[in-house]
């Protein structure tokens, strides 16, 4: 199975400011890498596919990159309504596993 | 607008059985793959099993591999989670997902319902 490591688990900063997550693969995953946001009581929302590509309606500050075994996932200008749970996802290989998640908070 | 909503979800003792439905609106199910991801209370999500738009391919998680099974029926827009055995480790919020893609190893995980709970003890 690929193991899907997240950093950091949690994370707090101020509103405006750039915060990127790392998920590192315990295999090569080509660009088989999505990101979610889950809020407390929903369940989770792409916003993030094939690495970079936005998902429909997802604001524009949120970005993606990486390739291979590692994957970087950014907030520019942090908001208030981004605090949540984020978490990487891979398909490379089946079974499709998720990464531990990193809590994102406002200061 | 799509809408995915879970049902079935129930307490049952360890070692008996259950099914989720699922039911899909407002998008041409038929040409989608779908999935089943969970959650236990506190933790990450987790993924369960997967099927293909034309029911050709499952996939299933090592935890419950020998235990589930998925399947789906296009012409009422329904996916169905079989759990057999259950243990208080499947304890968890069960979601219905549908995939980007027609195969379920497109992994895009783009709708989800709002879970339905599934309590073993």
């Known amino acids: 199975d690929i193991q899907l490591t997240q950093s950091p688990s949690s994370l707090s900063a101020s509103v405006g400011h750039r915060v990127t997550i790392t998920c590192q693969a315990s295999?090569?995953?080509?660009?088989?890498i999505n990101w979610y946001q889950q809020k407390p009581g929903k369940p989770p929302k792409l916003l993030i596919y094939?690495?970079?590509n936005l998902n429909v309606g997802v604001p524009s500050r949120f970005f993606g990159g990486g390739f291979g075994t590692e994957f970087t996932f950014t907030i520019n200008s942090l908001q208030p309504e981004d605090v949540a749970m984020y978490y990487c996802?891979?398909?490379?290989?089946?079974?499709?596993?998720f990464g531990g998640g990193t809590k994102v908070e406002i200061e | 607008e799509v809408q995915v909503v879970e049902s079935g979800g129930a307490p049952v003792q360890p070692g008996r059985s259950l099914r989720l439905s699922c039911a899909v609106s407002?998008?041409?199910?038929?040409?989608?793959?779908m999935h089943w991801v969970r959650q236990a209370p506190g933790k990450g999500p987790e993924w369960v099993a997967g099927?293909?738009?034309?029911?050709?391919?499952?996939g299933y998680g090592d935890s419950v591999k020998g235990r589930f099974i998925i399947s789906r029926d296009n012409a009422k827009n329904s996916l169905y989670l079989q759990m057999y055995s259950l243990r208080s480790e499947d304890t968890a919020l069960y979601f219905c997902?549908?995939?980007?893609?027609?195969?379920?190893?497109?992994?895009?995980?783009?709708?989800w319902g709002q879970g339905t709970m599934v309590a073993v003890s």
């Open positions: 094939d690495a970079s």
């Open positions: 295999q090569h995953t080509s660009n088989s």
């Open positions: 997902v549908k995939d980007q893609g027609s195969s379920f190893t497109s992994g895009a995980f783009d709708i």
């Open positions: 996802q891979q398909y490379a290989l089946l079974p499709l596993t």
């Open positions: 407002g998008s041409r199910f038929y040409e989608y793959g």
């Open positions: 099927i293909s738009w034309n029911s050709g391919e499952t």
